[in-house]
């Protein structure tokens, strides 16, 4: 058929136009006006727009082309009438594998573009990983929408009714868990720093923001206990070397014979005792944090001793500072077991202290923890080592780090799974208490296969998108647009991913799709019909 011979395509013509045309036949006028009542309120119920006057009578007057009334398209076109015109496509049935019909992946015959395109397994294997990585939406086995044809006149028919197209396309994508989270210190690398004995703070060493190193003193506590545990310790070493020397002096005594056995055993049963209770001095001292070399002060005389024991624990640095002659013996450092910064300070010089009231936190800020509370229902899909990209409040730029942790329980309260990724802070830019966004990387497809959102349809069954014909453009090609299933993904940045149904370079309607929808699940509610096939 030549461009020359095609029939003038009509306007629309609605289903009450039969009997319309009917009252126009027998009484022009007056009919007219009672049609256009009538067509009138039909439409208001049905939504559907009253044509013009002139639309109405040019219908009635230029029918000379047969119209497919069904169809809505010039009779000798319609492809579901004229069956040889575009012959359905072979039915291939439903895939399994991929959750839909037909299936371009294993039918590329239906590939609505020039020639069918070849499928290699690496694509066929990309498209498994997708479906398998995670809970799927899924279509129906022969859902409504399945293999239908919607038919215009003309392109200029398609451009009227507001339908525009767009290319299906390859797109990178990325699928992710998604989950609110919040910066934390590192619990592992965190300090609550107390004093082990009531006292008076003498000194405070470090203030919030300071760098301290394992051993580094933050502050001076004057604790009387100190004083005390550490003249225990001195009178047992003082005891001990008295039980020490009467052991050696009966000893010789004891093998002459000269004094009863009973007399050594009696003393050697006293040092025994001594040694119990320097150890015990030994043990209080070290409860306070103190360790004090018991060996070495043995060797000491009983002055050296306490001169070697009144400033225990405090760096020969910081000794320097302390005047030996009029400082305390009772202070009691309180040290930095780890690396890191002064967090928080509770401590002010001179202010009495109980014990075990947190005084400092230390924490090492050189790594800093992302907690991510995930939905239950998405837990699954999480594993040690996944990519995470944080966007916390205030940062322009995502933070990424690896999931290491995730919970095993579920919080009851918010019902959510806590999962948790180290992050580097070498600038120390993250701060704790942060909260964001957290995304965890299940997928970064740099070929997934996408349509623009506006171009699928839910049809309470299965997701469709309207695919041009191949020929579309071709002066004979009828203008036809194929419903194609697809299987969704993921939907970002304004395009759904199409895991299977589409292909690249094929055409789907955007604007108007809900439109297609509509028309076809009219036709198919409709009468039936009415051409015989
Ligand atoms: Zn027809
Ligand atoms: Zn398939
Ligand atoms: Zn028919």
Not at 67 to 79: D, I, R
Not at 174 to 186: C, K, L, P, Q, R
Not at 307 to 334: C, H, M, Q, V
């Amino acid at each position: 058929m030549s461009d020359a011979t095609l029939p003038q395509p009509q306007p629309p013509a609605p289903a009450a136009a039969s009997p319309l045309r009917w009252l126009l036949s027998i009484a022009p006028t007056v009919a007219a006006v009672v049609a256009i009542g009538l067509v009138g309120y039909w439409g208001h119920s049905t939504d559907w727009r009253m044509p013009s006057f002139d639309e109405l009578v040019g219908a009635s007057v230029e029918a000379e082309t047969p119209w497919c009334e069904e169809h809505n398209v010039p009779a000798a076109e319609c492809v579901e009438c004229q069956a040889s015109l575009l012959p359905n496509a072979e039915t291939y049935g439903w895939c399994d594998e991929h959750g839909l019909e037909p299936c371009p992946l294993c039918h590329p015959e239906v590939v609505q573009i020039e020639s069918p395109p070849v499928i290699a397994t690496q694509e066929l294997e990309r498209v498994a990983a997708v479906l398998d990585l995670r809970e799927r939406a899924e279509n129906v086995v022969g859902c409504p929408l399945n293999a239908q044809r919607v038919q215009f006149a003309s392109v200029e028919a398609v451009d009227k009714a507001g339908i525009d197209v767009d290319l299906v396309q390859r797109r990178a994508l990325v699928e992710a868990v998604e989950a609110n989270g919040e910066i934390t210190y590192d619990q592992t690398h965190l300090a609550r720093l107390a004093s082990r004995a009531a006292g008076s703070l003498w000194r405070v060493e470090k203030s919030l923001g300071d760098r301290v190193s394992p051993g580094d003193v933050l502050a001076l506590v004057d604790a009387a206990a100190v004083g005390r545990a550490k003249a225990e310790l001195l009178d047992a070493l003082a005891d001990v070397d008295y039980q020490q020397q009467t052991v050696d002096r009966l000893r010789p005594l004891a093998e002459e014979q000269i004094i009863p056995g009973a007399r050594m055993l009696e003393s050697e049963t006293a040092l025994q005792q001594a040694e119990i209770k320097l150890r015990q001095a030994q043990q209080s001292l070290v409860n306070l944090g103190l360790a004090p070399p018991v060996e070495e002060l043995a060797r000491l005389s009983p002055a050296q001793r306490a001169e070697r024991l009144r400033l225990l624990g405090l760096s020969d640095e910081l000794k320097a500072t302390l005047d030996p002659e009029s400082t305390t013996s009772n202070l009691l450092p309180i040290v930095s077991p780890i690396e890191g910064e002064v967090i928080r300070r509770d401590a002010v010089a001179g202010e009495v202290v109980g014990a075990q009231a947190p005084l400092f936190q230390v924490a090492d800020t050189r790594e800093m923890w992302l907690v991510l509370s995930v939905p239950t229902e998405e837990s699954a899909y999480l594993m040690r080592g996944q990519e995470v990209r944080f966007q916390a409040e205030g940062l322009r730029t995502p933070i990424v780090g690896r999931l290491d942790w995730i919970s095993t329980d579920i919080d009851p309260h918010t019902r959510t799974v806590s999962a948790r990724a180290v992050l580097e802070n070498p600038r120390g830019e993250l701060r704790s208490e942060t909260f964001g966004k957290g995304r965890v990387l299940l997928r970064d497809d740099p070929e997934a296969i996408v349509v623009p959102e506006s171009a699928v349809q839910w049809d309470g069954s299965c997701y469709v998108v309207f695919v041009r014909d191949r020929d579309y453009f071709k002066p004979d090609g009828p203008k036809v647009f194929h419903t194609r299933p697809i299987r969704r993904g993921v939907s970002q940045g304004g395009f759904t991913e199409a895991i299977a149904g589409v292909w690249p370079g094929e055409v789907v309607v955007t604007e108007g799709s809900g439109v297609l929808r509509s028309q076809i699940l009219k036709n198919n509610l409709g009468a039936g019909c009415t051409c015989g096939h």
